[in-house]
């Protein structure tokens, strides 16, 4: 048995993923490729390889009876009807993150999941398949170093496009510490506040950066944040985890240091693919072993949807200054663990 899948938005990440699957992933591979811009379909296709079918309309692409698995890789905003269009299939559906931009759509994709009665839906936070984050998970699940109580982090790139927002700091890059923080410690958040220092003179007009959150845990544990997209030095992730009887630091790729020119230096990572790349070969990987068995591993629609809620408090945190509640209602029973 192998997952036929079809695949919803040809951009960067989507053709990412095409390669991925296509050359690296066992047991799945990609029969179809749909783009509103047929273009961007083309493109898709042809790294897909030859036979792969093309379309425009994400409806007709998932329906097609060839097809029994979805990747959806639109930008964020367009991800709620294709994810709901799979689940009504009754097909395995994993959506890049964020699940969608406003914690509305999400709900409505969480809505038609339970309605389904069937676990379909993975979302793609791929820090919790990184090997660094599974190894400060493996250390504080030992209990030795007691409680964890104060984590700091940093969330550095080199830059960014003009079209990124104020509010993307949250929605499209501190999304990721909002879902993996919380699977770290096995808490969940209570409130988040945004606080702006003074704006980088590199950060392009009508964009502050850089950007500080502070969000705590319903246990109290204090996250303090730094999200800095104009950095210039490069993708720099850093997670220090404060505990009773220890600090664990985050481990980074590794490259060699450098003796050179009477400086001492180590290379930090370009970019986010580059960083996370062996972390998306594992998730994807994962996805298609628990799809064949009609699970999901990951994050969950749920947790897609707790993360936007939460983002939607540190968004209107940016214009208010305030601490904002982090209100979920509490986990369904469909999702409880
Ligand atoms: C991008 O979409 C990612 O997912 C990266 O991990 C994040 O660092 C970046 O800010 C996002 O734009």
Redesign the pocket.
């Given at each position: 048995m192998s997952l036929n899948i079809a695949l919803i938005g040809c951009g960067m990440?989507g053709r990412e993923h095409i390669e991925r699957i296509q050359n690296r992933i066992k047991d799945a591979k990609i029969v179809a490729v749909c783009d509103v811009f047929e273009e961007g379909a083309k493109k898709g296709a042809a790294i897909a390889g030859e036979g792969t079918k093309v379309y425009t309309d994400f409806n007709e692409a998932i329906n097609d009876p060839d097809v029994n698995a979805v990747v959806v890789t639109t930008p964020g905003a367009f991800h709620k009807d294709p994810v709901i269009a799979a689940i009504k299939a009754g097909k395995p559906v994993f959506s890049e993150?964020p699940l969608a931009n406003t914690a509305a759509d999400c709900k409505e994709i969480v809505d038609a999941e339970m309605a389904s009665g069937k676990h379909l839906v993975q979302v793609g936070f791929?820090r919790r398949y990184d090997r660094g984050y599974n190894q400060l998970k493996a250390l504080l699940d030992e209990g030795k170093f007691g409680a964890p109580m104060v984590i700091k982090c940093t969330?550095r790139?080199d830059g960014?496009a003009e079209d990124?927002t104020t509010a993307?700091a949250v929605t499209?890059?501190a999304?990721?510490e909002i879902d993996v923080l919380p699977w770290l410690v096995d808490d969940e958040w209570d409130e988040v506040q945004c606080i702006m220092p003074k704006t980088s003179s590199k950060a392009h007009e009508g964009l502050k950066d850089p950007q500080i959150m502070i969000l705590k845990t319903k246990g109290g544990i204090v996250t303090v944040l730094e999200v800095n997209?104009n950095c210039g030095f490069g993708?720099d992730?850093n997670c220090e985890v404060v505990c009773e009887n220890g600090v664990m630091n985050l481990p980074c790729p590794s490259f060699p240091t450098v003796r050179f020119d009477h400086n001492v230096s180590t290379k930090i990572e370009d970019n986010?693919i580059l960083?996370?790349i062996d972390s998306y070969d594992v998730e994807i990987q994962d996805w298609v072993n628990h799809a064949l068995e009609g699970k999901t591993g990951g994050s969950s629609a749920w947790d897609g949807y707790v993360a936007s809620i939460t983002a939607d408090a540190l968004v209107k945190s940016q214009t208010t200054g305030a601490a904002e509640k982090v209100i979920t209602g509490g986990t369904p029973d469909f999702y409880k663990k």
């Open positions: 990440i993150k791929m969330h790139a960014v990124y993307m499209d890059t999304i990721h997209v993708y992730i986010w960083r996370f």
